[in-house]
């Protein structure tokens, strides 16, 4: 069993819950999020989004957030029904991270550990294997963007074709359900090294946080997937604050849901996005959403 890498750090949630027990396995700096204070216990960033969206004369995101209120505050409504602003309403302060060193340099070393417990791995593995294609179809191709050691991915899953992508190689290098890898940067070099329409799906697994030009990144992705291929963007509340993106550090996970649609939606080229609520025991162990969309069918 492997180590787990994170501190609990009690967040300022909406709910009354008490804080979780801090976790055994401790290692460093992987915890659970904190808010920024400038939003206030029970402001959402969501309502900063309407602000955004109003300053720049999209007032489209007002009536999101009205829909949103009526039915609402579960992380799998989040994305109904929104009005996105005409324009991406977010700047790039809000890409900054707290440590501005390369990323090549953080992930050196490798760490062979799991980010969430084990529940939420568990719960991330049987929605894999609800949605992946069948194991051992000719022709399919998946992804794993920033992979480590692990893809939680079901139980001796195999394809002809599944690539990984990530800053450590001798993570990837162990990863048993990898048939090929690549070490690459992507706040470096978002280009994705492949050929178009090659995927049938792609995952990313408690990472999309890290990423500084999500639109670049999520434009690739449009552009590797099969028409009507599957993005699946998994994250929980943890992450390695100083390298997450500022807009990401200082929001809670509704609104973490909320930036990973824009992020389909802005990159176009993808059906609108769909958020799910997989958290095994909502409370008591790690949280765990996923936002997903599939690429536009050719016309
Ligand atoms: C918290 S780990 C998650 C690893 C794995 N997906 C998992 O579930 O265990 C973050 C991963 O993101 C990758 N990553 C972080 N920054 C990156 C960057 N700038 N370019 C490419 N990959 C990056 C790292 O290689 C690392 O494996």
Redesign the pocket.
């Given at each position: 069993m492997a180590t787990r890498l994170c501190i609990k750090i009690p967040a300022i949630t909406l709910s009354c819950l008490p804080p979780p027990p801090f976790s055994s396995g401790v290692v460093n700096s992987?915890r659970q999020q904190p808010r920024r204070a400038v939003l206030g216990i029970g402001v959402s960033f969501l309502s900063q989004f309407m602000n955004m969206a109003a300053a720049t004369g999209n007032l489209g995101a007002k009536s999101f957030i009205a829909s949103a209120r009526q039915k609402g505050s579960t992380v799998e409504k989040v994305l109904e029904n929104v009005e996105w602003p005409q324009q991406f309403p977010f700047k790039e302060e809000d890409f900054q991270r707290f440590d501005e060193s390369p990323?090549t340099v953080f992930?050196e070393s490798p760490r062979f550990v799991?980010?969430?417990d084990d529940p939420a791995i568990a719960a991330l593995t049987k929605y894999y294997s609800e949605v992946f294609p069948p194991s051992n179809t000719p022709g399919v191709a998946l992804l794993?963007?920033?992979?480590?050691w692990?893809?939680?991915y079901p139980k001796g899953y195999k394809q002809s074709r599944i690539a990984g992508?990530?800053?450590?190689e001798e993570?990837l290098k162990r990863n048993p359900v990898l048939t090929e890898y690549v070490v690459?940067?992507?706040?470096?070099n978002p280009k994705l090294p492949f050929e178009d329409n090659t995927f049938d799906v792609i995952t990313?697994?408690?990472?999309v946080d890290?990423?500084t030009k999500p639109i670049d990144v999520f434009k690739e992705m449009a552009r590797i997937l099969k028409p009507g291929g599957l993005a699946i963007m998994s994250f929980s509340n943890r992450?390695?604050w100083t390298?997450a993106i500022s807009i990401w550090t200082s929001t809670g996970d509704s609104d973490h849901v909320m930036i990973v649609g824009s992020y389909f939606h802005y990159a176009g080229g993808f059906e609108p996005p769909k958020a799910v609520d997989i958290s095994p025991n909502p409370g008591r162990t790690d949280p765990m959403y996923i936002v997903y969309s599939r690429k536009l069918a050719a016309v």
């Amino acid at each position: 069993m492997a180590t787990r890498l994170c501190i609990k750090i009690p967040a300022i949630t909406l709910s009354c819950l008490p804080p979780p027990p801090f976790s055994s396995g401790v290692v460093n700096s992987y915890r659970q999020q904190p808010r920024r204070a400038v939003l206030g216990i029970g402001v959402s960033f969501l309502s900063q989004f309407m602000n955004m969206a109003a300053a720049t004369g999209n007032l489209g995101a007002k009536s999101f957030i009205a829909s949103a209120r009526q039915k609402g505050s579960t992380v799998e409504k989040v994305l109904e029904n929104v009005e996105w602003p005409q324009q991406f309403p977010f700047k790039e302060e809000d890409f900054q991270r707290f440590d501005e060193s390369p990323d090549t340099v953080f992930y050196e070393s490798p760490r062979f550990v799991t980010h969430i417990d084990d529940p939420a791995i568990a719960a991330l593995t049987k929605y894999y294997s609800e949605v992946f294609p069948p194991s051992n179809t000719p022709g399919v191709a998946l992804l794993d963007m920033c992979s480590s050691w692990v893809s939680h991915y079901p139980k001796g899953y195999k394809q002809s074709r599944i690539a990984g992508m990530g800053l450590n190689e001798e993570e990837l290098k162990r990863n048993p359900v990898l048939t090929e890898y690549v070490v690459q940067d992507l706040n470096v070099n978002p280009k994705l090294p492949f050929e178009d329409n090659t995927f049938d799906v792609i995952t990313n697994v408690v990472s999309v946080d890290y990423i500084t030009k999500p639109i670049d990144v999520f434009k690739e992705m449009a552009r590797i997937l099969k028409p009507g291929g599957l993005a699946i963007m998994s994250f929980s509340n943890r992450c390695f604050w100083t390298k997450a993106i500022s807009i990401w550090t200082s929001t809670g996970d509704s609104d973490h849901v909320m930036i990973v649609g824009s992020y389909f939606h802005y990159a176009g080229g993808f059906e609108p996005p769909k958020a799910v609520d997989i958290s095994p025991n909502p409370g008591r162990t790690d949280p765990m959403y996923i936002v997903y969309s599939r690429k536009l069918a050719a016309v």
